[in-house]
């Protein structure tokens, strides 16, 4: 796995690449809460680059969401590859989260 962050005055953007899974979400979930304690209230998520996600990832994704809401920010993901769509289609979190089809709009959204 490997995360990349790039801060504006407006949002941040988080590239992960490779897998989410429970030998790096620890690592992962340790970066996503940097951010948010940060004060980020508007966080988006590239996922061009992520090729598997475990519930352990998973669950990282859900507690970043819940702290968004909680602090009123936005939490939104972009360019989930067909295979994390499905993933996140049957486990039901794509209700959960704002889903964009690419970058550009995610970051207008």
Known sequence: ??????????????????RVDTTNAGEFEKTMM???EEGALRIVLDC????????????????VQKKMMASKGHFSLCSLQPGIKEIFDI??????????????AAIKG
Not at 1 to 18: C, D, I, P, R, W
Not at 48 to 63: D, E, P
Not at 91 to 104: R, Y
């Open 48 to 63: 061009t680059a992520l090729n598997y996600i475990s519930s352990s990832g998973l669950r990282v994704f859900l507690v």
């Open 34 to 36: 940097g951010i948010l």
């Open 1 to 18: 796995m490997n995360v990349e962050v790039f801060k504006t005055e407006e949002y941040v953007l988080v590239s992960v690449e490779g």
């Open 91 to 104: 486990s039901g979190f794509s209700s959960i989260f704002t889903i964009f089809p690419h970058k550009e």
